[in-house]
């Protein structure tokens, strides 16, 4: 059985940061590119960030490209998400998600297979 744990989600300010953490069991972590998406109320969930299953590629959202950055630690069976000159726009549940099949990264929902319950990030203007 996988198991996708996000944390680190808050309240913050405009301008400031957030670090989101995310763990995954039941399978070879090292394995399986994973990805970083996000939904806002009344929105469909939308790609932030992706991350190879070495960590030697990534991909981001052109909305968070510059501010994002996401990371992995293989040997913690965890990726992360460090989040700098946060807006409001980026107001939404964060979801992490596992790669189908040990394929390459992709900015697809429906190429993750795995997801973990969110972790609420709120930016105040």
């Known amino acids: 059985q996988v198991q996708v744990v996000e944390s680190g989600g808050g309240l913050v300010q405009a301008g400031g940061s957030l670090r989101l953490s995310c763990t995954a069991s039941?399978?070879?972590?090292?394995?399986?590119?994973m990805g970083w998406f996000r939904q806002a109320p009344g929105k469909e969930r939308e790609f932030v960030a992706t991350?190879?299953?070495?960590?030697?590629?990534?991909d981001y959202a052109d909305s968070v490209k510059g501010r994002f950055t996401i990371s992995r630690d293989n040997a913690k069976n965890a990726v992360y998400l460090q989040m700098n000159s946060l807006k409001p726009e980026d107001t939404a549940v964060y979801y992490c998600?596992?790669?189908?099949?040990?394929?390459?990264?992709?900015?697809?929902?429906?190429?993750?297979?795995?997801w973990g319950q969110g972790t609420q990030v709120t930016v105040s203007s």
């Open positions: 998600g596992t790669r189908r099949n040990m394929l390459d990264i992709s900015r697809r929902v429906e190429a993750y297979d795995y």
């Open positions: 039941g399978r070879t972590f090292s394995w399986f590119a």
């Open positions: 991350i190879s299953r070495n960590g030697d590629s990534t």
